[in-house]
Structure formats: C-alpha cells, structure tokens
C-alpha cells in the first residue's frame, strides 16, 4: 500500500480522510463565525450599552456605534458627568452561533406574535409541500417529455427550441400572471416552482437520455428489439440512472424558486416567517430558519442518494455525471475529468 | 524465424486430402450469407472515402470465417454492413436469399467494447434476445440458464456486468447472441481488448462452442494467428479502397489446437498473411527521423 498522500490530480482519499473532511467542511465556517462573535477585537463595531450613564439618549440593551459611544462619554467626562457603560458587540443582524442554536429550539416553541400567523413547524412544512408538489408535477411532465426528446429526434426538434427560448423567461417574472390566474393562495406559488423546475428539467433529461451509449441500442437491435422495445428496455433503464442524479440537482433549484414564490400572492411558508422574524429584528430566528433550511435540503438529498443506491444496485454505489452534493462529499468522487 | 525456415514451408494452398475434403464438404452446404458488389462510401468533409468497393463473397452454413486486413481497411464498415446497423452506397448483402434491411436477431452481433446492459443481471442479458422476440419469462430463463452454464458462469448468472472481466463480459456477450437464435454469428475483434492468456482461453471457448451450435460465425480480427487458428476460410481485405485482397482456405486441419501454431501448414499461411497484409518486407528497415536524444555510450542496443 503506497503512503496515501493529501493531494494527489484525479485520485481518491481514504475514507477516514474524506468523513474527516466533510467535518472540517462545516466546522471551519462555523469556527470563522464562532470567531467573529466572540473575539471582541476582529470585529464588534458596535457597543451594547448596558447602563447608560448620564447620556440622556442611550438605553440599556441599546447597540452604538463605537465612535459614537466614546464621543459621547469624553463628553460626559469633560462635564464631570458619569459615564455610559456598555460592551463591545456586533450588529444585530449578526447573532452569535449559541444564540442561533438557542433559537433553533425556542423557535419552535414561540408561539406567533400574531395569532392567526403560522408557526416555524407550519411554515416549514407548508414550504416542503409546495416544493413537492411544484416539483412532482413538473417531473411527471417534464422527464417523460424530456425522455421522449432524448430518444426521438422529432420530438426533440418539435420542443426543444422553444423549452430552450422559454427558460431563459425568469419564473418570478410570471408571478403576478400566476396570481391573476390561479389566485393568491397556493397554486400560484406551485406554478412558480413549476415554471422554473420545468424547461430545465425536459432540456437536462433530454440531453441525458441523449447520452444512452449507442453501442448499447445497437446491440439490443442485433437482439431483434423492436423500436418500442428499445425505448422501453433500453433507452429508459440505460439513462434512469442519470436522470434521477439530475432530478436531485433540480430539486435543489427548486428550493431557490421557492423564496420568491413564497412572496407571490399571499406570503406564506418559511419564507414569510424568516421576513417576519427580521421585521420583528429576531435575526436568531432568521439565522435559524435559513440553517433549516439547509438542512431539509441535504437531508433530502442524503436521502435521495441512499434510496438510489437501492433503487439501482448495479450501479455499486457510484453516481451519475451530474451526482448530487453529498454524493460529491461523502461518497467516492466521480472522476469525470479523467475518465471521459 | 529465419528466412531459411520460411524457405522449406509447403504452400498454403496445398491441402491434406483430409482438409481438402472438408473444404469439399462445407462447398457442398447451402450459401447462407451472399455478398454482392458491396460499396460503402462516407462523404466527409474532406470529400469521399471508399471504405469498401465491390466486395463479392459467399459463405455457407456452418462456416467460420475470418475477416482480416489492415487498420482502417473497413473491417468494421463491413461487418456493420451486414448486420443492418449500416446501410451499402452500392450492392447487397443476402441472408438466406433475404436482402438485409436493417438489424434483426437473425444476425447476431459481438462488439469490441463491452455492450452488455449494466442493468441487467448476466443471467437476464442472455434472456434478452429470447425476451424480445416474445419468449415467456420461464422458459427463455431455463434456456438462458443453460447458455450461462454453457459459458461456464453459472456462478455469476445473477451478478452484473461490473462485476465481471473483460474476458468474462465477452463470454456473456457471446451467449446473449447465441441464445437469440442466429443464422449468423458476427463477431467485431471481439476479443481485441483482452490480454493473451485470456485471448488463447476464449478461442478455444469459441471453437466449442461453435462446434455444439448451428451457427455460422464471421470474425473480424486483426491477429493473424487468431484469424488462421479459427478459420475455415479468411477474408483478406485491403486497404483505401477496401477491396477483397485474397480469400484463403486454411489448410490446418480440424480439431484445431493450440500446438498446430507451429505446424508447416499454420507457418505457411501466416507467412502468405503477413505478405498480403504488410507488403514491402524491406520496409521494417526504414529509418525514422529522430535525432539522437541520448549520451554516447548510453546506446541500448
Ligand atoms: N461514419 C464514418 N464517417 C466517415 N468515414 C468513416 C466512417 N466510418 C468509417 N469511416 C472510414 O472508413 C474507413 C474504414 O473504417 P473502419 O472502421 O471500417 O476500419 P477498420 O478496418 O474496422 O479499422 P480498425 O482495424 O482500426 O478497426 C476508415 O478510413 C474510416 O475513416
Ligand atoms: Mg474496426
């Protein structure tokens, strides 16, 4: 066993190595945060008064600018006045890694200032259904279509030049048509989803269904498949793979047209609590919600990537071109580069 | 090999009255495959290449012939051409005295690369052929079986194909088209990839199989020990334009084995192939261009 070195062009690291990390990928940021709130001296441009002095304007609990802080107290001293005190802090909108952890919990637990107002559990879940359902119906469409447009050549000259034109069409833009068709509920908000899930979906399915190796057509043509047969036996199983790697990149997508299609309309979901958290200056919450976020989409991807290994055992645990995020992290890279 | 020894070999064309029988025999049999004026030409950007010109040939039932010829003759045109996956500028090619139009699992094909359906188990890519021309699920799964324990996998019958070597690949790609029932059997240097072991293994793994069906096998290759160690008759091909150069019948006697590389008759065809493939013997001393890159007195030879 040759000494495995850290940098190696186009060779894999240990596994050890790789979990090692995919740690250190999450903790340096988290480190370089940790830092920033609570170092005093690389950052905190701002005081939190705590008591106020003689200063008439300044509150307890209050942020200052520091200039303004130090100003103010020459001020009161040269008067003979006493002093504001406070501590060094940073802005609001930046709240210490333990606060947001705090937040993680107690977000669940405050109830909304507003009753009426969804909690941070209703948000969340109203947000997962609208992806869902913006994202299965495009699917049930858009990869059979885009499969179609793969393997025949008049389907993929009949649509592609106009799903190639309409892409470009930014989703948000029909947001407004959306709510004059569909109301101001959810559907305006899954159409969003759809419209931008869509016309990438038919045109990246297509053009992996595209990548079918020819030789694999040709041989079940020797093996008497008819035209039928070799779309069905051959063309879908041989691009499946593939295509369920890029549906777990689009699902991705999918979560960025959600932050504007939430706004659409109504505002509903996690979208509407992260801005009402930051209305409210509750940047804990906000910091909370985000992360959140995050975490359903890696969790569905992990996910995702667990049930494909099941679903395609021949594939032995190696992705697709387009191999989602965690595959890249955890699982063995994918040598594109060097292999094609 | 000295020239001397090449001196004292027979001529290819003199027969054993054993194997002259058997060419005797096999003329006898019905033509299965015709070939008429068969032209192929690409119009590329560079103009029209002629891959092959009016290539006549005839095999009959149960022959196993050799395609040989130098890179880029048409070797592969040609076998694609008769498999359908490719269509002739000019002449025909007849199966049965049926005019091929386009692919079909009378003409069974083994590619160089490894074509085998990764998704499919080895036992299921055998019963693909079986599958496709409306065989029932248990019945093309016993007679897939039988291919998998013909191919001596039965082990493997339900591993997948990125489980298996190259040499094994080639063994299921091999029963996947024998199982679909052919006339004909056309194989593209199918076992171009392997290393030699493997190579002398799945020839003689051929020459059995071959034996035990009713199959006539085209094999392109360009191993002239391998075309005149599995051959009846070798089809030698010239090239630009590609062109039938000779056809030879090969006069090593039937059983085959790997001892008769250095009989008088192996020695004598090979010597003829190697004259029809690399022409101008004087060539192999011809100087390359190179200036010298290395110290005096470091010469390796
Ligand atoms: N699709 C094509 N378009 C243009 N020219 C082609 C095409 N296919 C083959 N040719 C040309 O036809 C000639 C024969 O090619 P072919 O692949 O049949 O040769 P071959 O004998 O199989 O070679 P090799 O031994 O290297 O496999 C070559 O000159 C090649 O450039
Ligand atoms: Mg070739």
């Known amino acids: 066993m040759p000494k495995s070195r850290w940098l190696t062009v186009g060779k894999e690291l240990p596994a050890n190595r790789r ?38 304007y300044f509150d307890a609990g209050d942020r200052v600018e520091l200039a303004l802080f130090r100003e103010e107290n020459q001020r009161m001293l040269d008067a003979g006045m ?28 405050t109830p909304p200032r507003r009753t009426g107002d969804a909690w941070l559990h209703e948000s969340l879940w109203h947000s997962i259904t609208i992806i869902f359902w913006g994202f299965t119906l495009s699917t049930l469409i858009g990869v059979p279509l885009g499969v179609m447009c793969g393997a025949f050549s008049l389907f993929s000259r009949l649509i592609e030049p106009f799903v190639e034109f309409f892409r470009y069409l930014p989703a948000p833009a029909f947001g407004a048509l959306a709510v004059a068709i569909l109301g101001i509920n959810d559907a305006p908000k899954i159409a969003i989803i759809f419209i931008g899930t869509f ?35 051959v063309v879908v199983p041989a691009a499946i793979t593939d295509i369920y790697n890029d549906l777990r990149i689009l699902l991705g997508w999918a979560w960025t047209y959600l932050i504007v299609a939430e706004l659409i309309g109504r505002s509903s979901g996690i979208t509407f609590f992260i801005s009402q958290q930051a209305r409210y200056r509750n940047f804990d919450n ?24 099941r679903l395609f055992p021949w594939k032995t645990g190696k992705g697709g071109r387009l191999a989602g995020f965690l595959g890249r992290l955890f699982g063995p890279r994918e040598q594109t580069v060097f292999t094609r | 090999m000295t020239d001397d020894t090449f001196a004292l070999l027979p001529d290819y064309r003199k027969q054993s009255p054993e194997v002259a029988a058997r060419f005797q025999k096999i003329k006898e049999r019905e033509v299965i495959l015709r070939i ?41 045109t040609f076998i694609r051409l008769l498999a359908g996956l490719d269509y002739p500028t000019a002449g025909r090619v007849l199966l049965d005295g049926i005019e091929v139009d386009g692919p079909g699992p009378d003409r069974g094909m083994v590619f160089q690369g490894y074509t085998l359906f990764p998704w499919l188990t080895v036992k299921r890519n055998v019963m693909f052929g079986l599958r496709m021309q409306g065989m029932g699920a248990t019945q093309a799964e016993r007679e897939a079986l039988q291919w998998v324990e013909l191919i001596g996998l039965d082990k493997y019958a339900e591993s997948y194909p990125a489980q298996l070597s190259g040499g094994m690949k080639q063994r299921v790609a091999i029963a996947r088209a024998l199982a679909a029932n052919p006339r004909i059997l056309l194989m593209d240097e199918p076992f171009g990839a392997l290393d030699a072991q493997t190579r002398g293994q799945m020839q003689s793994h051929l020459l059995q199989i071959w034996k035990h069906v009713d199959v006539t096998i085209l094999f392109i290759t360009h191993d002239l020990d391998e075309a005149i160690y599995l051959a009846d008759r070798i089809l030698v091909l010239k090239a630009n334009p590609g062109e039938v150069n000779e056809i030879i019948e090969v006069p090593v006697p039937r059983p085959r084995s790997p001892e008769q590389f250095v009989s008088p008759e192996f020695l004598a065809t090979r010597r003829r192939l190697e004259e029809l493939i690399h022409p101008t013997a004087g060539r192999r001393e011809e100087r390359l261009p190179i200036f010298k890159l290395t110290q005096a007195g470091d010469e390796v030879e």
């Open chain 1, 19 to 56: 979990l090692l990390l995919a740690v250190l990928s999450f903790l340096i940021p988290v480190a370089i945060w940790g830092a920033v709130s609570y170092v005093p001296f690389l950052w905190h441009p701002q005081v939190r008064i705590e008591d106020p002095g003689d200063v008439l």
């Open chain 1, 82 to 109: 006493s002093p504001a005190q406070g501590v060094r802090a940073n802005p609001v909108f930046l709240p210490a890694p333990h606060e947001v952890a705090v937040a993680f919990y107690t977000a669940f637990k």
């Open chain 1, 199 to 233: 016309f990438q979906q038919v045109l990246i399915v297509a053009n992996t269904t595209r990548r079918v190796e020819p030789a694999l057509l040709e041989a079940a043509q020797t093996l008497g498949a008819s035209r039928a047969q070799l779309f069905t036996r």
């Open chain 1, 286 to 309: 906000v910091f909370a919600a985000i992360i959140m976020i995050g975490i359903i989409g890696l969790g569905t991807d992990m996910v995702l990537s667990w049930m494909g290994k």
């Open chain 2, 36 to 76: 008429e004026n068969l032209t192929r030409e690409f119009s590329t950007e560079q103009g029209t290449v002629t891959a092959l010109r009016d290539i006549d040939f005839q095999a009959h039932r149960r022959e196993f012939v050799c395609v040989i010829g130098p890179s880029g003759c048409g070797k592969s």
